[in-house]
C-alpha cells in the first residue's frame, strides 16, 4: 500500500498522480482502534506507575500549592511558576478532599510535607488523583502528535508518530507525575500544530493558538522561548500575496495570537485570586541588567515578574553536576543532548533523525520543517542555557516533536523504508515495555539499560526519590530484623511507610554496621562514597537505591 502525504490539513489522504485512493470504512476503524490500543496501552502504563511511586522531589510543592489554591484562593507558595499547571493538579486534589488547616507558616517544601504527612491525609490516595489529570492531558497530547503527524503524512505516518510518543519512557514518566513538565511541553506543540493548520483557516486556529501558548506560558516559563517562534509561524502561515500586504497581515495576527496569550497567562491568575493579593518574599534576591528590564517590560503580572526574578536567581546558584560518570560544579552547555542519548531509545532516536532529514530534503514536507524543527531547536538552545542539570525533564518537548518529524520517513515511498520504520518502532516499544515499571530510571540499550543509568546520570534521570514505598516492602520482605542506615533524596518521609533508620553521616564510619542503603543519586558525595567503598552492594530497589552491607 502506498501512502501519501499531504500538507494542507484534513486533505492528508488526498488522491495523487497515480490515481485515486478508496479509504474503506474498515481502514478508518482500524486506524481508530489502533490509536486507542496505543493510548490504552500508556494509560495502564502511567496509571500503574503512578499507583505505586512515593512523592517525587517537586510533587508535593505542586501539590500543596494547588491545596491552598482550592482551599485560600493564594498565591503565596511557588510563585516561581505560575498557577495553570498547579490548577491543573487541583483537579484531582479537589477530589481526594485533602485536610490543611488554613494559613500554614512553613516554607513550600514543608507545606507539601505536612500535607502528606502530617494532616491525617492518606498519601497514596492524594497522589494518585494528583497525578490523575497530568495523565489525562498527556493522553490528550498524544491525540495532538497523532493529529499532527496525520496532516502532514497520513493515517501510516500518525501511527508511527504516535507510537514512538506512547512509549517513550520520558514521556510515560513525567505524564505520570503531578509535575509541569509534559503540561508545559504539550500546549507549546499544540500551539505549534494549530499554527500550522491556520495555513488553511487562520480565523479558526490562529485564536486557538493564542489560547495554547498562553496555555504553556501560564504552566512554566521557561516556555517564554516559545513565543517568539510561534509568532514568526504566524507570519508564516499567514504569508500570503505581495511581501508588504503579507507581512502586515501576519504582523497583525502574530499580534492577536500574542494578546490571546496574555490574556490567559492573566487569567490563570485571576482564576487563582481575583484580586491578586501578592507579597514579594523577602528572601526574593534583585536583578539588575538586561535581563531585569525585559523582566519588568513583560505584559504579565507583577506575581509573573516577580517569579522570573525568582527563577533568575536560582540559575545563579552553583550546583555540583554528574555526567557520564564524573562528578562535576557548575553548569555544561552540552548536559542536555548527552543526556537525551542516554534517555531516548535507540530507535526514536534514529527515527527522529531520519525524518528530520526527510522533511529538509523532500519538497513537499520542506513547508512543514519550520514548524517541527525550528521550536526543537529554539527550545533545546534555551534550556541548554540553563545552569540546573537536573535531568532531561527541562526538555520533554524533544521526544513530542521527534515523534512527528518521524513521520516524516512514510513520505519516501519505499517499501524498505517501511520495514525499517515499523521495525525501529517496534524496538522502540520493546525496549520501553522491557523497563515496567521502572519508566523514570530508563536508559536505552547503548548505555546498558535502567539497571546501569545511575552510572551515566543522576537526579531526575534516575533517582527522583520515587522507590521509598518499594524499599519499605523490600526490607520488611528480605531483611526484618536488620539495623538500617538511610541516605534517602527524595520528598518522602520514611517513617511513614515503616522504614526505621538513621542517618549514616550523623555518626563516625565504624559506627555504621548492618544495612547501608543509598539513593544512587548521592551515592557519589564524598562523605557517602567513603562508606560505599568499604560497603559490598547486595541488593538494589527500582534501579534507584542501593542496598550495601557493611
Not at 220 to 240: E, F, I, Q
Request: hydrophobic share 50%; glycine share 8%.
Amino acid at each position: 500500500m502506498t501512502q501519501t502525504a499531504s500538507l494542507a490539513p484534513g486533505v492528508a489522504d488526498a488522491p495523487t498522480a497515480t490515481g485515486p485512493r478508496r479509504h474503506l470504512p474498515y481502514r478508518r476503524l482500524l486506524f481508530a482502534l489502533a490509536v486507542v490500543a496505543l493510548l490504552a496501552q500508556m494509560a495502564v502504563a502511567m496509571v500503574t506507575t503512578a499507583v505505586r511511586q512515593t512523592p517525587t522531589v517537586d510533587e508535593p510543592v505542586y501539590v500543596g500549592t494547588a491545596t491552598v489554591y482550592l482551599k485560600e484562593r493564594s498565591l503565596r507558595y511557588n510563585p516561581e511558576h505560575p498557577p495553570l499547571g498547579k490548577l491543573i493538579i487541583a483537579a484531582g486534589v479537589a477530589v481526594a478532599g485533602p485536610h490543611l488547616e488554613r494559613g500554614f507558616p512553613g516554607d513550600q517544601s514543608r507545606l507539601g510535607r505536612h500535607l502528606l504527612y502530617e494532616s491525617g491525609n492518606d498519601p497514596w490516595r492524594l497522589m494518585l488523583w494528583a497525578r490523575l489529570p497530568v495523565i489525562a492531558l498527556t493522553l490528550l497530547f498524544g491525540l495532538v502528535v497523532c493529529a499532527f503527524a496525520y496532516d502532514l503524512t497520513g493515517r501510516v505516518g500518525a501511527l508511527v508518530a504516535l507510537g514512538l510518543y506512547a512509549f517513550s519512557p520520558d514521556v510515560i514518566t513525567h505524564g505520570s507525575l503531578a509535575t509541569l513538565d509534559v503540561p508545559a511541553a504539550g500546549f507549546v506543540l499544540t500551539s505549534v500544530w494549530l499554527t500550522w493548520r491556520a495555513r488553511g483557516r487562520p480565523g479558526v486556529y490562529l485564536p486557538l493558538a493564542g489560547v495554547a501558548l498562553g496555555a504553556a506560558l501560564a504552566t512554566k516559563m521557561n516556555t517564554l522561548a516559545a513565543l517568539p517562534v510561534v509568532l514568526g509561524l504566524c507570519v508564516l502561515a499567514t504569508w500570503r500575496g505581495p511581501r508588504a500586504r503579507a507581512l502586515a497581515r501576519g504582523a497583525a495576527w502574530a499580534t492577536g495570537v500574542a494578546l490571546i496569550a496574555v490574556a490567559v497567562v492573566w487569567a490563570s491568575y485571576l482564576v487563582v485570586d481575583p484580586r491578586l493579593r501578592w507579597t514579594p518574599p523577602a528572601e526574593m534576591s534583585s536583578l539588575h541588567g538586561l535581563r531585569a528590564l525585559v523582566t519588568e517590560w513583560l505584559p504579565f503580572p507583577r506575581e509573573y515578574r516577580d517569579g522570573m526574578l525568582i527563577q533568575f536567581g536560582k540559575e545563579e546558584v552553583v550546583r555540583a553536576g554528574f555526567l557520564y560518570g564524573r562528578t562535576y560544579t557548575g553548569s555544561l552547555w552540552y548536559y542536555l543532548p548527552a543526556a537525551l542519548l542516554v534517555k531516548t531509545p535507540l530507535g526514536m532516536l534514529a527515527l527522529g533523525a531520519a525524518g528530520a532529514v526527510a522533511m529538509c530534503a523532500i519538497r513537499r514536507l520542506r513547508p512543514a520543517a519550520p514548524y517541527v524543527l525550528l521550536p526543537t531547536a529554539v527550545l533545546l538552545a534555551g534550556a541548554m542555557t540553563g545552569t540546573r542539570d537536573y535531568g532531561t525533564r527541562y526538555a520533554i518537548f524533544v521526544p513530542l516533536f521527534l515523534a512527528v518529524a518521524a513521520a516524516a520517513l512514510i513520505v519516501v515511498r519505499r517499501r524498505w523504508v517501511y520495514v525499517v520504520t515499523g521495525s525501529l518502532v517496534t524496538f522502540v516499544a520493546v525496549s520501553s515495555l522491557s523497563a515496567y515499571p521502572y519508566y523514570l530510571p530508563y536508559a536505552n540499550e547503548a548505555f546498558g539499560g535502567p539497571a546501569k543509568t545511575h552510572l551515566w546520570l543522576r537526579d531526575s534521570n534516575v533517582d527522583w526519590g520515587q522507590d521509598l514505598g518499594r524499599l519499605a516492602d523490600r526490607l520488611r520482605e528480605r531483611y526484618p530484623d536488620e539495623r538500617v542506615w538511610l541516605f534517602y533524596k527524595g520528598s518522602g518521609e520514611p517513617s511513614y511507610y515503616g522504614i526505621r533508620a538513621s542517618d549514616p553521616l550523623t555518626v563516625s564510619p565504624d559506627q555504621v554496621h548492618g544495612l547501608l542503603v543509598v539513593s544512587d543519586s548521592a551515592a557519589a558525595d564524598a562523605p557517602l562514597a567513603a562508606l560505599i567503598d568499604s560497603s559490598e552492594a547486595i541488593d538494589e530497589v527500582g534501579h534507584s537505591i542501593t542496598i550495601y552491607r557493611r
